[in-house]
């Protein structure tokens, strides 16, 4: 039934080959973006246990600390945060071979199932080495996930809405934090739910690599487009196949050779990303807020709203202003947001003034990150990297987020108690501003272009 259905609609598009122009009239019609938001939803699912799972320890922290007698022990606190990162930098940095090995669709399931056995670590866990085991589990799986999504977000989206899609998955990261946040999903009753349902659902979603398989690729262009649509993606396709070979690609080319360049610019955006000290807010938030006497509850909820709303934003603005619009008003919002961190930990303001401060600096920082630095980074470096090396190069880049990510998670709580939380918020200030820099520099706008469209342009702009 399966063939019969896909010679159909080879015979639909042979018979009306003479039509082009009419199909291409027809195209906006068709709406393939209906057909590809079911896909990207599921694999939005990775990006919502990414979210829960950063944020689940903000707010458990203190309780954690009493129950297994470390309270107090602010390094002991700190490994528990970045223990799960250094299983992200694990799992990130073999997502592009294992991406390229089993497929994305399998990747989502790999995923799953080191979460779903940090579910069960964590519920049963009676001292400080039982919960760092569970939380070197959840990385694993959140460093895998993050960047396949990206990968198939981008592979499976029409360039019209890519920008759009792409801002799905920070929502849904949105939606987990503030699910760990303040709805109030405990950690020891979710029992791998959510996980199961990636791994069941990832069973239903697109094949995005199908390279070399003219017929399945035909058949998977159908149900992803509609059969008016699949002779110019397999067009695009046939493109960006020839000398493409992911599995020949050595770790030395993309380290050393003609890829060298596009990797410094993902392994530094994604390095600035952290050292603006976004996620010291997430992990810390209920920490630094309760320090000026406010409600943990309400600072969680604050925060996950501004993410939210920022995220909103974004999504709807991606492919109206662009990316490199996004990124650097983003980054300048944050050094801003920084900038208000410091007159609150300065002597000019004091009592209500510093908590004000303190607080809006804070939620407006929040705010900055989701309208850009939060998801344009992954959707643009999946958008910039070639097709031969995108999952490979899209592993190591997201690499060196999370060596950043896993420092500072590590070292901001002993950082603010030996050098102040003056002198920490303007450093953080200042990496923001070399991020504005950056991406005027080196970041190529992509909006509205076809990922093979993107290429020739990066090319274009390496030869100059």
């Known amino acids: 039934m399966r063939g019969r259905q896909r010679v159909a609609s080879r015979d639909y598009i042979i018979g009306h080959g003479k039509e082009e122009n009419s199909a291409s009239v027809r195209l906006p019609n068709a709406k393939p973006w209906r057909r590809s938001l079911r896909h990207v939803v599921v694999a939005s699912l990775s990006s919502f246990l990414y979210g829960y799972h950063i944020g689940v320890v903000n707010e458990t922290l203190e309780s954690i600390s009493e129950d297994l007698d470390f309270s107090g022990n602010t390094m002991a606190e700190g490994l528990v945060v970045s223990t799960c990162l250094g299983g992200a930098f694990v799992g990130s940095l073999f997502s592009g071979w294992i991406a390229d090995g089993v497929g994305r669709k399998r990747s989502f399931q790999l995923c799953a199932l080191p979460i779903i056995i940090h579910n069960l670590c964590s519920a049963t866990a009676n ?20 960047p396949v999504a990206a990968l198939y977000v981008a592979e499976v989206s029409p360039p019209a809405v890519r920008g759009t899609f792409g801002a799905l998955t920070q929502i849904a990261t949105c939606l987990g934090l503030m699910g760990s946040f303040f709805i109030g999903i405990p950690a020891k009753e979710i029992v791998g739910w959510y996980e199961m349902i990636l791994y069941i659902t990832a069973q239903f979603t697109y094949k995005s690599k199908t390279r070399g398989k003219t017929i399945e690729a035909e ?83 604050s925060v996950g709203v501004c993410n939210l709303l920022g995220s909103i934003v974004a999504m709807i ?102 050098i102040g939380a003056q002198l920490l918020y303007s450093i953080f200030g200042s990496f923001c501003l070399i991020a504005v820099a950056f991406v005027k520099k080196y970041i190529l706008e992509t909006k509205g272009k076809s990922l093979q469209e993107i290429e020739i342009a990066l090319l274009a702009q390496e030869a100059s």
């Open 127 to 146: 001292s400080l080495w039982g919960m760092l085991l569970g939380r070197l589990f959840v990385g694993t799986g959140m460093g895998l996930g993050p």
């Open 219 to 301: 058949a998977e262009f159908e149900k992803l487009l509609g059969g008016v649509n699949v002779k110019s993606a397999m067009a695009d396709l046939s493109k960006s196949d020839r000398g493409d070979e992911s599995s020949s690609v050595k770790l030395s080319e993309l380290l050393c050779g003609c890829h060298a360049r596009v990797m410094f610019i993902g392994s530094v955006l994604f390095a600035l990303q952290q050292l603006s000290g976004i996620n010291a807010v997430f992990y810390f938030s209920s920490t630094v807020f309760e320090s000026f006497g406010v409600p943990s509850d309400l600072a969680n909820m």
């Open 317 to 418: 603005l991606m492919d109206k202003l662009g990316r490199k619009v996004l990124l650097m008003g983003s980054f300048f919002g944050m050094a801003v947001a920084m900038g208000l961190q410091v007159l609150a930990a300065s002597s000019f303001a004091a009592g209500s003034g510093a908590m004000y401060l303190s607080v809006g600096g804070m939620l407006l920082f929040v705010l900055s990150f989701a309208l850009g630095a939060g998801p344009v980074p992954c959707l643009v470096m999946s958008e910039m990297l070639p097709g031969k090396i995108r999952a490979k190069a899209m592993a190591i880049c997201l690499a060196a987020h999370w060596v950043i990510n896993f420092f500072v998670g590590l070292l901001f709580l002993r950082l603010l108690e030996q």
